[in-house]
């Protein structure tokens, strides 16, 4: 066609529906146009010689007020030239030419032919239904006008679409979908009738009045199939494209309602129209699927370097291995593992992005959008993390369900990832024999080895991770203080990005890290796995300032001991083969309160790299039915995968003796007590339980309990002692404080020595006094008579 002229009309057209793109050209005023110019309205504008192009705009002239040609204003809105219609043309125009011999072939129109009220039609398509079904009836051909129509049709669709070669951008984003899920001509031609309506509104309307239904948006199998193949050749193809484990409806470019019943209706899928206009791979529709990206250093994003996560040779000969193979893994252990973090950079190494699906949440929608996430991880070139592996053998349908995972899974090419939290000791969160079967067998999956880093390991990624916001002795101590957090390599991550971020909200200018802000983000992160089940206990006690008898602190030392050297002695020197249970360090303080056991037990927990964490009996136990053992597990399988000790504060309250079953209480009381012998038994951490009536502990319980260390009120020397360890060098105080007397005097715990020292340095900064013996005689009165005791009272001399 001539550039000049007529160039603002919409290429590859024929000239009579182009010139109704125009402003105030009806198609009656275009034929009006052609007639008088003499061309065929069929001839597309591409075909125009430059005299026909020089009559019409003449014509067109001739039309317009003040002879103005709407096709010579070029700053006029022309948004035919741009938009879906011109970046998809060559495929559009497949589709008019598949509507066009839907409509002369197969379509009837009850309607007399000389209407003057309805739209005109494509030449030769005008038929009544009474000569429609007779043809059918006597098996007659179409006559020559439509055929010589239809023969036209069929030419323009020979082209196969690798010789479309289309030159947008969006046209190339089609050409590299088909490619990716291998679409035949068949598939691409039934798919673009779908998208058509989806991505050109002129599309949408004209479904619309071809089955005189405003509000219609999905489209019948039979629609899409006589569309595709008029004359029924392919009727076999046709059904198996559109079938269920067909490409399309598999990885869910085409979504499918209804049932045989009834009538499947058909509709593009979203993401596959965004994705064609350029948006990113979309995962609305997809509940429990995210994407993964790495975390870079910007300026605007100031997060600490993701380091890589530390590997063992046997996980990355493993990985190796598997990458030449099929390239699928399983990967067991808790999330402290870095099994996410491992599956990301490996990925990254093959520049592949990732997609973290959790199973649970996705199954809960329907076992086909475990094609559909395949569908998208193809599209993106990324790999699948199937999170919560167990859970496609859950439930009373596991088996059906687990095998039609598997046969989606079956023949895919995509990294995948299974991950399973095999160590939490629940029995519906371990991975079943079925699934580990079908991964193995079925899938060819290739075990990994991880672990959760040990304290050494945690202190390096520490170090790696501090080295940026501090040094020297505070790095060291840093390091050493937050060791004792059992975090895998991503909490790890998350305690000193959360650190940065505290410190940049105190400072903007200045972005040092602090001890205390590190210390903080730690407690937060444990404490958030708790789910306000248990509050941390931090313990800034020592050893050395601790009075206790010497045989409570000799079995105390033993526990520590114990729990250094548990793993060796019951794992590498086998004594754990011939133990049914037992591996848990469980102990029973018993003694007055204030006697020091909530401290004890925290150092002891710190002695052994561990965070000590006080049960809320009162947010666990409840008295609803199974609620107290749901919460229990949820307590227990937290402290094992995140590694925190847990104190049972008056545990005789949750761990009393079982009684005989006089009524239905009774028999609910003495399950959650079973429940709570089960769990100890699974359980390899630490557990600690303080009561000040040990008689009341079931016996089942006691036997189970490793340590029994006592703690009775101290005598006289030790409360002298603990006279003297409460009162700071440091703080103003006269030079003769008769300890000895205060001992002698007043029979106090340790907890009431301390209130009472409190109390007199209360008075003391009131009076603007230093602190004397008789602020610290009239407090321990006062703790004597808060206590229902009665002060004995002595002569003046």
């Known amino acids: 066609m001539a550039r000049s002229g007529l160039s603002g009309l919409p290429p590859h057209r024929p000239v009579e529906t182009a010139l109704t793109y125009l402003p105030g050209i009806s198609r009656s005023r275009a034929k009006a146009i052609l007639d008088r110019a003499r061309i065929d309205p069929d001839t597309t504008t591409d075909d125009l010689s430059d005299m026909q192009v020089d009559l019409l705009r003449q014509l067109l002239r001739s039309e317009q007020p003040g002879g103005a040609s709407p096709v010579d204003d070029e700053t ?18 497949r589709v008019r030419a598949m509507l066009q011999r839907y409509l002369v072939v197969l379509r009837p129109w009850d309607r007399p032919t000389d209407d003057p009220t309805k739209n005109a039609l494509p030449a030769g398509t005008m038929q009544t239904l009474d000569a429609t079904c007779l043809r059918c009836l006597r098996g007659e051909a179409l006559d020559p006008e439509r055929m010589a129509f239809v023969a036209r049709m069929e030419q323009r669709l020979t082209t196969p679409y690798d010789d479309l070669r289309p030159t947008t951008e969006g046209g190339q984003r089609f050409d590299e979908l088909r490619v990716i899920f291998g679409l035949t001509d068949l598939e691409c031609d039934l798919l673009w009738i779908l998208l058509a309506a989806e991505l050109v509104p002129e599309f949408l309307w004209l479904y ?20 595709a193949d008029a004359f029924g050749v392919r009727g076999k193809a046709v059904l198996a494209a559109l079938a269920a484990q067909a490409t399309m409806r598999r990885y869910g470019l085409v979504l499918a309602t209804g049932d045989e019943s009834t009538q499947v209706r058909y509709r593009a899928a979203t993401f596959v129209c965004g994705y064609l206009l350029g948006l990113p791979v979309s995962l609305d529709d997809l509940h429990g699927v995210l994407w993964h990206r790495s975390v870079e250093n910007t300026e605007a994003n100031q997060q600490v370097p993701q380091s890589a ?17 099929r390239r699928r893994f399983v990967l067991l252990g808790s999330e402290r593992s870095g099994a996410l973090r491992i599956s990301r950079e490996a990925l990254h190494l093959f520049g592949e992005g990732l997609l973290e699906v959790r199973l649970d949440l996705l199954l809960e929608q329907d076992v086909a959008r475990v094609g559909y996430v395949l569908g998208r991880a193809r599209l993106a070139r990324a790999g699948l993390f199937f999170e919560q592996a167990e859970a496609m053998d859950a439930g009373d349908h596991g088996a059906e369900r687990l095998a039609a995972v598997l046969q989606l899974l079956g023949g895919e090419t995509t990294t995948m990832f299974f991950h399973s939290r095999a160590s939490r000791r629940t029995e519906e969160a371990k991975l079943s024999p079925r699934v580990h079967l079908g991964l193995l067998r079925e899938l060819g999956c290739l075990e990994l080895p991880t672990a959760a880093p040990g304290i050494d390991e945690r202190k390096d990624l520490w170090r790696d991770r501090l080295v940026e916001h501090m040094g020297g002795q505070e790095l060291d101590d840093t390091v050493s203080s937050v060791g004792v957090f059992k975090f895998g390599i991503d909490e790890i991550d998350l305690s000193v990005n959360l650190a940065a971020a505290t410190a940049r909200q105190r400072n903007t200018s200045l972005t040092a890290v602090h001890i205390g802000d590190i210390e903080k983000s730690c407690r937060d992160v444990a404490s958030s796995r708790l789910a306000g089940l248990a509050t941390r206990i931090n313990v800034r006690g020592r050893w050395d300032n601790t009075v206790l008898p010497e045989e409570t602190r000799e079995i105390l030392l ?33 003694g007055p309160s204030g006697t020091g056991k909530t401290l004890c037990a925290g150092l002891v927990a710190r002695d052994l790299g561990l965070e000590l964490f006080r049960v809320d009996l009162a947010s666990v136990v409840s008295k609803y039915i199974g609620e107290t053992e749901e919460r229990l597990a949820k307590l227990f399988d937290a402290s094992q995968d995140s590694g925190m000790a847990l104190l049972f504060d008056e545990a005789d309250s949750l761990f009393a003796k079982r009684t005989d079953v006089q009524s239905s209480v009774d028999r609910y009381a003495n399950l959650e007590v079973n429940y709570l012998l089960q769990r100890l ?10 009561t000040n009536n040990p008689e009341s502990i079931d016996q089942a319980f006691m036997r189970r309990i490793r340590f029994k260390p006592q703690f009775p009120p101290p005598d006289v020397a030790e409360r002298e002692r603990l006279w003297r360890v409460m009162i700071p060098e440091t703080a103003p105080r006269e030079p003769e404080l008769k300890f000895r007397d205060l001992a ?11 209130n009472a020292v409190i109390r007199a340095a209360v008075w003391a900064a009131e009076q603007t006094a230093p602190l004397s013996y008789p602020l610290l005689a009239k407090a321990g009165e006062r703790e004597y008579k808060d206590a229902g005791r009665v002060v004995r009272q002595y002569t003046d001399d």
């Open 681 to 690: 038994e699974e359980f390899d951490g630490l557990v600690i339980l303080t």
């Open 76 to 93: 006029g809105a022309r948004p035919w030239l741009h938009g879906a219609a011109v970046e998809f043309a060559p495929y559009l125009d």
């Open 208 to 227: 619309r009045a071809l089955w005189r239904d405003t509000g219609r948006s999905q489209w019948p199998e039979d629609f899409l199939g006589h569309a």
């Open 309 to 325: 996560v530390p590997m063992t040779p046997a996980l990355k000969e493993a990985l190796a291995r598997g990458f030449r193979g």
């Open 558 to 590: 033993e526990m520590v001991r114990f729990g250094k050297f548990a793993t060796h002695v019951l794992d590498e020197q086998g004594y754990g083969r011939t133990m049914g249970y037992g591996r848990a360090l469980t102990a029973l303080f018993s």
């Open 744 to 754: 002698i005097d007043y029979e106090l715990t340790g907890g009431q020595i301390q």
